[in-house]
């Protein structure tokens, strides 16, 4: 088992999938700040505001009629496991754009997930309108579990073997995600604010602030 992640470290390193500073794991640690939040489907919603030109409020039936998309993600941790391959299933930003559900005004330019307990995440818009980043509901074939951000989170990933600049670490997706504020300006989230780096690109190590 051990050489076996010895061996998939060494085949990613190669193929220059494995950010510096970063070590392949198997599992699939769980990070977070504070406890986990229950899921009560009566109240839940997920808002959409801000910088668009109508806000949008659907309840957890309505969402999961939306278009759903599936996409492939190497995971980048701040703590320094990496982990490859990883499958999600979920409702992308852009795809909401193209079904005609949302529709953005010129001046947004950044993008704050809202979650439980006040927890935010920030991102440019780019990235979050780009194949990088999921409203996911599903892991590997199955609805996340609790500590992974049942019903929803936020996904940001790498495109296996498509390094780019928008490559950022996995804190930037928000689990238990309820929303999405767009801005004009960018404002520090949770761990940005906690004096991680705003920018959190994995190739630059930008981790600390
Ligand atoms: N709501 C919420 N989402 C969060 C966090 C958090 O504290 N609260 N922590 C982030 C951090 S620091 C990491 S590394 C990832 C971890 O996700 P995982 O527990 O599914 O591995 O979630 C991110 N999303
Ligand atoms: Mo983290």
Known sequence: MFQNRKEMEEKMRKEGRLPPGQALTDRFPVLHYGPIP??????????????VEKPLKFSWAEFTQLPRTSMAYDLHCVTRWSKFDTQWEGVTVHSLIDAGLLKLKPSARFVMQRAEYDFSSNLPLEIVLSERFILATHFNGHPLTPEHGYPLRGVVGALPGQKSDQDVYFWKGAKWLRGLEFTTEDHKGFWEMAGYHNNANVWKEERLG
Not at 38 to 51: K, M, T, V
């Open 38 to 51: 229950p899921f009560n489907e009566a109240s839940w919603n997920f808002r959409i505001w801000g910088e």
